[in-house]
């Protein structure tokens, strides 16, 4: 991304940003005061995933996606529905590979298939799915013209939280549906998936609000709560409307 491209961004959006630390100040490029310019995601007391102390230590593989993943559509959904690179492949009833525009400008990208996304093979369906398109909907979206993945394409058994294996053995599908949709924005949606994003172990408070950008991945990460929290704690709604607010400014911005 251009130094003027990402300042287009900040300017529209009106938003602080974390820079990765992996990522060099840009040049030319003017915030507000108030922008917590370099200051990295991950703190001393919250080590990024896969190093010593991170709460899900998870390894990432610097050269990018792996050679034997398959690089067109039809083929690496074979490989995913064929998957056992972990035990998950022997609890589940089916895989969730994603579903949506291939091309899409806009990913979303959760946690992992709960009971009714196992059976249907598809994610974010029943309450939690109907408030994403909901949300989408507010945007001038459809779940047609996004891409909708998750971290893991699995379920885990009682919904409980992805461990790090699992992580690890599903990035590589994750990366390369990235890859081929190219989106221009990654909408994290929940702690687990803001967290292995942008492998950190932060509050999801402390990342939303924020533009973050990495090496790991081509487009721009925006974080919120995901739609089964919003069901929950109803009162979050309203921030959850203003992570949209700034998805959509960040969508037309050239």
């Known amino acids: 991304m251009t130094p003027e491209r990402r300042a287009a961004y900040l300017d529209a959006l009106g938003i602080d940003w974390y820079r990765s630390k992996h990522v060099g100040d840009p040049p030319d490029l003017t915030v507000p005061a108030s922008a917590e310019v370099g200051r990295p995601i991950a703190t001393a007391t919250t080590p990024p995933v896969g190093q010593p102390g991170s709460e899900t230590s998870v390894p990432v593989d610097p050269t990018g996606v792996a050679d034997d993943v398959p690089n067109e559509w039809p083929q690496l959904r074979s490989v995913v529905a064929s998957c056992q690179s972990c035990t998950l492949g022997s609890t589940r009833t089916q895989a969730v590979f994603g579903v949506g525009n291939e091309a899409a400008d806009l990913m979303i990208v959760g946690e992992a298939p709960g009971a009714e996304e196992d059976r249907r093979g598809e994610p974010f369906v029943g309450r939690a799915g109907h408030l994403l398109d909901a949300m989408?909907?507010?945007?001038?979206?459809?779940?047609?013209?996004?891409?909708?993945?998750?971290?893991?394409?699995c379920r885990p058994p009682n919904n409980r939280d992805p461990q790090a294996d699992e992580v690890a053995a599903c990035r590589r599908y994750l990366e390369r549906q990235i890859a081929l949709v190219s989106p221009r924005l990654l909408l994290a949606v929940g702690r687990i998936a803001a967290h292995a994003l942008l492998d950190v172990t932060d509050p999801l408070g402390r990342l939303r609000g924020r533009i973050h950008e990495t090496e790991s991945w081509p487009a721009p990460v925006i974080v919120t709560y995901h739609?089964?929290?919003?069901?929950?704690?109803?009162?979050?709604?309203?921030?959850?409307?203003?992570?949209?607010?700034?998805?959509?400014?960040?969508?037309?911005?050239?």
Do not use: C
């Open 227 to 254: 739609p089964a929290y919003l069901l929950r704690t109803p009162a979050q709604k309203a921030r959850s409307w203003q992570d949209l607010k700034a998805v959509r400014k960040l969508l037309h911005t050239q």
């Open 136 to 153: 989408l909907t507010a945007i001038g979206l459809s779940r047609t013209e996004v891409f909708i993945a998750n971290i893991l394409k």
